[in-house]
Structures are given as structure tokens and as C-alpha cells.
């Protein structure tokens, strides 16, 4: 058996195809395989969440495909490592779906791990997070970044990861808000998020483009005055899309400055531009995650902004914990009155990343 958890973002969002730094944690929610060998050639998958209904496919009829099939993102997993046996495998997902939590991400890696150790694959984590990041750009064909497999596979209790998305070196930068009286509250607006949708594909394709008009290697390696000086080069859309990256990239820096000075206002600050660099330069929130973020800065937060790919899923914000009971309700009222659903909310300790929990 093996377990991987979800991940929610701090900061550094929409820069992992660019080669940036991004600080995201794992949240305690886990998803938990159980894998066994099986002496023929047929993969038998279910989920807990599904009633445990199996389906079943010969390993030799794997194959990349669309479809609304959750056993892809498992099943793009063994296609990757291409293992030569069958096997049975149970899952219970406890990320909350839909959420922008990364419940896929936590799948892939729940099985990547579980089968590196089943099969003594001896593969490091940078590498199961590459197989689980190709599993899904290829056999599921979400274009996703490296950020949610590798924190799935990579976090620390008690702390944010830096990581490196060129080589996949991080540091774990300690994120205790507790002692300080803080909280982050997940707010989850349970409006739709759908990443294979081509809002997700089409931003990354332009910071693509702007990479190969600047003629450079990635927005890694262009600071925001020469960004800002060349933009005569590039369209407008272009222009402003790749200005989000080399900004958040900048933020994500200072950020960790802010967390290693114990700085939370600043903190705060970072937040709240990264989410208006989302909204007005990026254009990848939505009213509900403006909602959520407005409400919780006007209940008091330090800051707040939108996580994951947007379009809908989580928003995070930074709160002293007495202010989250009311920030909540405040919340709560605001989407009941502008007619959205109830908004779920989550808190989550920075947890552990994916291990073997039985043999
Ligand atoms: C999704 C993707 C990640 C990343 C984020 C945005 O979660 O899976 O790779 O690009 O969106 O930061």
C-alpha cells in the first residue's frame, strides 16, 4: 500500500511550464492504493469512491485516450513505468474531487510509489514525478506543469517546497503559521475546474510563443525590466501573459524571504498581487474565486488569492484564527446572495508526501 496527498499552492502559480520556482505544500487529504500482483496479464482497478466497481483491461491493450474514465490517470501510470505483470489495484481517494486540491495528481503518485516499491523499480522521486507528470500530459492529454506530482511525491511535514521546476532540486522552507496565531483557509468555491478544457493549454502555449519571439530559453532567464523593455516584440495577449510569469516568478522569491523573515504581511501582500496578476493579467479566475478572495480580504485577511490552474476549484487565505469562524460565514453569505453553491472549507497543516505505508 502506498500514499500520496493532495497539495494546495502557496505561491508561483502557472510558472511550472516555464521552468520557475514554485512553494507549494501537501495537505493531509490522501489518496491510498493497495496494489498486488496478479500471475496473468489483466489490470482489475476500483475505487472506493466508485463502489468499488472493477474494471478490467488486459496490460497489453493500454493505450493513450480521452474519456471521462478516472482510471486513466492510473492505469497512464502503469502504461509510463510499463510493467510486465498484472495487477490488482484499490484505491481510496480522500482528496476532495473537483476541489483544485490535485486529487489526480495525488492518484498517479499513490500508484507510482506503490509500484516502485512492488516491482523495487528503484526510481528516485524527481523520477516518479516525471513518470506521473507524462502519464497524464500523454495517456490522460492534460497538458499539466511538474508542480502537483512533485510536491505529492516530494513535501515535508511542517513546511512549503521550493522547488525547481528545470531540474526538480528543492529546498523545504518552514511554513509553522500556528505559533503565530495564523491560519490559511482553503475555500473551495465548488465551481467547475476543468483543466482538459483549452483555457489551461492556450496560457501555456503563449508563454511558449513568448519564449521563442524573445529568442531566450525560458521566462526563467529574462528579469521583469528586460520582460517589460522588449515588449514591443510581442502581441498584446502574449505581452501580458508572459508579464503574470516573470512577475510571479519575482514573487515566489520574495515570498520566501517574507516566510524566512516571519514576515506575514508581506506574505499577505505577495498573495494578494499573484491573485490580481491572475485575474486581470492571466485571466484564469472567475467571479466565484474573486468572490472568495474580496470577502476574506474584506473580513480582515492578511491576504488571498486563487490556486491551481483556476477557472473554478480552491482559493487560499492567510487569517489570524480567530477570524476564520466569521470570515467563513461571510463568505457563505456572499455566494448565497450573488446565487453560487455553498462554498466548502478546508484547513490543512503542510504534511507529508507520498510513502509506503505496509508491505
Ligand atoms: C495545475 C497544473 C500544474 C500547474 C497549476 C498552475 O494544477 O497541474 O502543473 O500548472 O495548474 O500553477
Not at 498517479?108 to 506503490?114: D, F, L, Q, R
Not at 485571466?283 to 476574506?296: I, M, R
Not at 456572499?334 to 507529508?352: D, I, N, Q
Request: with cysteine.
Amino acid at each position: 500500500m502506498a500514499a500520496a496527498p493532495g497539495r494546495v499552492n502557496l505561491i508561483g502559480e502557472h510558472i511550472d511550464y516555464s521552468d520557475g520556482f514554485v512553494l507549494p505544500f501537501a495537505i493531509s487529504d490522501k489518496t491510498v492504493v493497495a496494489l498486488a500482483r496478479r500471475s496473468d496479464r489483466q489490470i482489475r482497478i476500483a475505487s472506493m469512491q466508485k463502489n468499488a466497481d472493477v474494471y478490467e483491461i488486459s496490460i497489453d491493450s493500454l493505450t493513450p485516450h480521452k474519456g471521462e474514465n478516472w482510471a486513466r490517470y492510473a492505469l497512464g501510470v502503469l502504461w509510463v513505468l510499463g510493467i510486465d505483470a498484472g495487477v490488482d489495484l484499490l484505491i481510496d481517494g480522500r482528496v476532495p474531487l473537483g476541489a483544485g486540491l490535485s486529487s489526480s495528481a495525488a492518484l498517479e503518485c499513490s500508484i507510482a510509489t506503490a509500484v516502485n516499491h512492488l516491482f523495487d523499480l528503484k526510481l528516485s522521486l524527481a523520477e516518479l514525478a516525471r513518470v506521473s507528470q507524462k502519464a497524464e500530459n500523454v495517456y490522460v492529454g492534460v497538458p499539466c506543469g511538474i508542480m502537483d506530482q512533485s510536491v505529492s511525491l516530494m513535501a515535508k511535514a511542517g513546511s512549503a517546497l521550493l522547488l525547481d521546476c528545470r531540474d526538480l532540486t528543492s529546498e523545504n522552507i518552514p511554513f509553522l503559521i500556528a505559533p503565530q496565531g495564523l491560519e490559511l483557509l482553503i475555500i473551495d468555491t465548488q465551481a467547475h475546474h476543468k483543466l482538459v478544457d483549452g483555457g489551461y493549454a492556450e496560457r501555456r502555449a503563449s508563454c511558449e510563443k513568448a519564449v521563442a519571439t524573445l529568442g531566450i530559453t525560458s521566462l526563467r532567464d529574462i528579469s521583469v525590466a528586460d520582460y517589460a523593455a522588449r515588449q514591443s516584440e510581442l502581441d498584446p495577449v502574449t505581452y501580458i501573459r508572459g508579464f503574470h510569469a516573470v512577475t510571479e516568478m519575482r514573487r515566489v522569491l520574495d515570498a520566501v524571504d517574507a516566510l524566512k523573515n516571519n514576515n506575514f504581511i508581506r506574505l499577505g501582500e505577495l498573495l494578494n498581487q499573484s491573485h490580481r496578476s491572475l485575474r486581470d493579467d492571466y485571466t484564469v479566475s472567475c467571479p466565484e474565486l474573486n468572490l472568495a478572495v474580496d470577502t476574506a480580504i474584506a473580513q480582515g485577511a492578511l491576504g488571498a488569492r486563487m490556486v491551481g490552474g483556476g477557472f473554478g476549484g480552491s482559493a487560499i487565505a492567510l487569517m489570524k484564527t480567530e477570524q476564520v469562524k466569521r470570515c467563513e460565514s461571510a463568505i457563505s453569505r456572499a455566494f448565497s446572495s450573488a446565487g453560487y453553491k455553498s462554498p466548502r472549507f478546508f484547513t490543512s497543516l503542510p504534511s507529508e508526501g507520498a510513502h509506503v505505508i505496509a508491505n
